[in-house]
């Protein structure tokens, strides 16, 4: 069981930037992988960004590659998103999710993970 709780939103203007810090609890953060979604209103949930149990890998929507990196500290528990070149069509609430490793999994889907954060608002003024 993890709890996840994000931080860091908030609002900016197109070109800004912004870093998402998501905590979680529990002494077995480092075995699970994590990511971050987004949504707008009216639209799905989508996947932003993903990290390995290690760090040692990401994966990135092509929306985002490039501008946003996201990496993890174990020691602290903690995930981050740093959002750099934000535009308008960044405007969503940001999402941190938690999975167990398993071969096969969708990490882009919304299913493959089992905990989920509060969300928090990014709003990206033109």
């Known amino acids: 069981q993890v709890q996840l709780v994000e931080s860091g939103g908030g609002l900016v203007q197109a070109g800004g930037s912004l870093r998402l810090s998501c905590a979680a609890s529990?002494?077995?953060?480092?075995?699970?992988?994590m990511a971050w979604f987004r949504q707008a209103p009216g639209k799905e949930r989508e996947f932003v960004a993903a990290i390995s149990w290690s760090g040692g890998n990401t994966y990135y929507a092509d929306s985002v590659k490039g501008r946003f990196t996201i990496s993890r500290d174990n020691a602290k528990n903690t995930v981050y998103l740093q959002m750099n070149s934000l535009k308008p069509e960044d405007t969503a609430v940001y999402y941190c999710?938690?999975?167990?490793?398993?071969?096969?999994?969708?990490?882009?889907?919304?299913?493959?993970?089992?905990?989920w954060g509060q969300g928090t608002q990014v709003t990206v003024s033109s």
């Open positions: 529990g002494r077995t953060f480092s075995s699970y992988a």
């Open positions: 999710a938690a999975r167990m490793p398993r071969l096969g999994a969708n990490i882009m889907g919304v299913m493959a993970y089992s905990y």
